[in-house]
């Protein structure tokens, strides 16, 4: 893999994310936008790497998983083409799926299969797992899906093609307000030129980085910063034993501190929800409280009222004691990228107080004459 992320984000309005796999000789970009309340739109295109063989053939995979107990799904493959899926959850209501190849220049047309299930919701995170226990159970030397589309939790959607591809996803509350393929195409042309007039007006380049490559470099920091912003939930690992050696009254208080921990009285506490950007996607997708003061300082220029929503997310998260834990790991698919000694949060551990840094600047804004 030579490198992915985001090109262009806008909180608002969506971006364009690029995967380099020289591994599999293809080049994925995903164009993602929500041109209305509600209502999104996904463009995914494979382009063959220059090294790549002459209609190599590829395959990819779509999965939309439902992680609500309660929440249930119906895909379909339909007669004039794609795959419609319509669903309910508790949370949202009902919500539509629509899946459509779309033919671009010297793109190609691919074998599609759709794999529904119903799995675990709490095992829903698992679809890696899932995906690669499913492709074992076909005969050797099969390497699609069984083509079984219906009622599940879980769906894979598989596109087999030679050559480029491209495809479309739209989700909608409203089958009758889903998006169209050329209305994507307008949103995504729409929303590019926006990021870039939008990110020249506020970030004007100073010399001597007035180059191209600056402006590229600059824009792809910024999209990754607000593109990695997220949404976690689940129980934290919190020690509640309080003993007298995590007090820090002694000049040895760190080797009390490390036997006593050794006893810790570890609970689940929660459930907890928080909205915050993170540190790397890769390895630390999850809310550090010290670095999101500064994560926000970009934020706040750019988008206001999201960076107004994170702050207020992690105040939720104080205890009685004025405590907010300094690393927020959040249920078990967080947990997975934790080792384990790494994973129980200790209300004597403090990060110094940055999101103060982002309540000052709110109260400059204020300050400004209207």
């Not at 030397?141 to 030679?162: A, I, M, R, Y």
């Not at 169209?180 to 030129?193: E, H, M, N, P, V």
């Not at 004007?204 to 920091?221: I, K, M």
Request: charge should be negative; charged fraction near 20%.
């Amino acid at each position: 893999m030579a490198g992915y992320g985001w090109t262009s984000y806008d909180t608002r309005i969506g971006g364009v994310y690029l995967v380099n796999d020289t591994g599999n000789k293809v080049d994925i970009v995903t164009q993602f936008s929500k041109p209305t309340e509600g209502n999104w739109g996904l463009r995914v295109t494979s382009l063959p790497r220059e090294n790549a063989a002459t209609y190599q053939q590829t395959s990819l995979f779509f999965y939309i998983g439902l992680e609500w107990a309660e929440a249930t799904m119906k895909c379909v493959k339909r007669v004039s083409g794609g795959i419609a899926c319509t669903g309910t959850t508790s949370d949202s209501g009902d919500f539509n799926i629509l899946i459509l190849d779309h033919q671009a220049d010297g793109s190609s047309s691919a074998l599609t299969t759709v794999k529904s299930m119903t799995a675990a919701a709490e095992g829903i995170w698992r679809t890696k797992s899932i995906l690669s226990q499913e492709l074992k159970r076909r005969s050797p030397g099969q390497v699609s899906l069984e083509d079984q589309p219906g009622q599940g939790n879980l769906h894979f959607v598989q596109k087999t093609f030679k050559g480029a591809f491209e495809f479309d996803v739209f989700f909608s509350p409203d089958s009758n307000t889903i998006m169209t393929s050329d209305g994507l195409t307008q949103a995504i042309t729409d929303g590019r030129k926006g990021f870039q007039e939008r990110f020249s007006s506020m970030y004007a380049p100073q010399e001597p980085f007035t180059t191209a490559e600056y402006s590229r470099f600059s824009q792809y920091l910024l999209s990754n910063l607000i593109g990695g912003i997220g949404y976690f939930y689940g129980k934290s690992r919190v020690d509640t034993s309080s003993p007298e050696a995590y007090s820090e009254n002694d000049p040895t208080f760190w080797e009390k501190a490390a036997a006593a921990r050794a006893h810790a009285v570890v609970e689940d506490d929660g459930p907890h929800e928080l909205f915050s950007a993170v540190p790397s996607r890769p390895f630390f997708p999850r809310g550090f409280l010290w670095d999101e003061g500064f994560h926000l300082q970009v934020v706040i220029d750019w988008d206001m009222d999201v960076a107004l929503e994170i702050v207020s997310s992690w105040f939720r998260l104080m205890n009685d004691d004025g405590w907010i834990a300094r690393e927020q790991i959040l249920g078990p698919e967080a947990r997975s990228k934790v080792p384990p000694e790494f994973q129980i949060q200790y209300p004597h551990f403090a990060n110094p107080p940055t999101l103060f840094l982002v309540v000052a600047a709110f109260l400059e804004y204020l300050e400004k004459p209207a």
